[in-house]
């Protein structure tokens, strides 16, 4: 299957900082990029899709000035965490799709830890 | 609206036990997707299976099979013979066809498998 990297793995933040997450494509360009958040011990949440080249499309109860999305090119997508909080440590994946079309096939990063201090 | 319901938060077997983890899912679409993920300790995702709405053959991968029933609703999954590295919280997931590829989830059930 196809790979999608994301880094970093795990951050520790002090409180009110920001934090940038990378998702990459490596052998194929993905024209869709989702992100996900997850609590511990709970589902995975949607947070957006983000389309190459356009703007992110922000799930309900999601702020979008808060998780501020990139999809610059068909191979990255960052996730960047502004003024985090406590409340803001949590599990962050992405996943990452070919081409429209075809059969969704969701391709997952490793995730990112994030915790903030 | 769409929606994916795995009633069994957590369930414990001992090795070598057969275990079924259920999925039932609600969809007003006519295509659509399953999926079952495992996710070990570590975090990351690990891709099982993708099942679509057309195909209800039933499937089996090792000690791994999935019962794909549109009447119920349900897609649930079989481990035979359980191993202890079979350990890990596990979620079907549901994506329709008109949703550009979104996957929304279910709770996740977490497995124990006991030597």
């Known amino acids: 299957g196809a790979v999608v990297s994301q880094h970093p793995s795990r951050v520790i933040c002090k409180s009110g900082t920001s934090v940038k997450i990378e998702c990459r494509s490596l052998?194929?360009?993905?024209?869709?990029m989702f992100w996900y958040r997850q609590f511990p011990k709970q589902s995975l949440m949607l947070m957006a899709t983000?389309?190459?080249?356009?703007?992110?499309?922000?799930e309900q109860g999601v702020e979008k000035d808060k998780f501020l999305i990139n999809h610059a090119s068909l191979t990255l997508s960052t996730l960047t965490v502004t003024s985090a909080h406590p409340e803001d440590s949590s599990f962050y994946i992405c996943?990452?799709?070919?081409?429209?079309?075809?059969?969704?096939?969701?391709?997952f990063g490793q995730g990112t830890r994030l915790t903030v201090v | 609206a769409q929606k994916v319901t795995q009633a069994q938060t957590e369930i414990s077997v001992v090795e070598k036990e057969d275990v079924t983890l259920d999925c039932v899912y609600e969809?007003?679409?006519?295509?659509?997707?399953l999926f079952w993920y495992k996710q070990p300790p570590s975090g990351e995702l690990v891709f099982l299976i993708r099942?679509?709405?057309?195909?209800?053959q039933n499937e089996i991968s090792g000690r791994y099979s999935w019962n794909f029933q549109k009447s119920t609703s349900s897609f649930n999954f079989t481990i035979t013979a359980s191993q202890v590295v079979d350990s890990a919280v596990y979620f079907c997931?549901?994506?329709?066809?008109?949703?550009?590829?979104?996957?929304?989830f279910g709770q996740g059930t977490e497995l124990s498998v006991k030597p």
């Open positions: 996943s990452a799709r070919a081409q429209q079309g075809i059969p969704p096939e969701a391709f």
């Open positions: 052998d194929f360009q993905a024209t869709t």
């Open positions: 983000s389309n190459e080249g356009s703007k992110a499309t922000y």
């Open positions: 969809t007003r679409d006519t295509t659509y997707y």
């Open positions: 099942r679509n709405s057309f195909d209800e």
């Open positions: 997931a549901l994506s329709e066809n008109n949703q550009g590829g979104k996957l929304i």
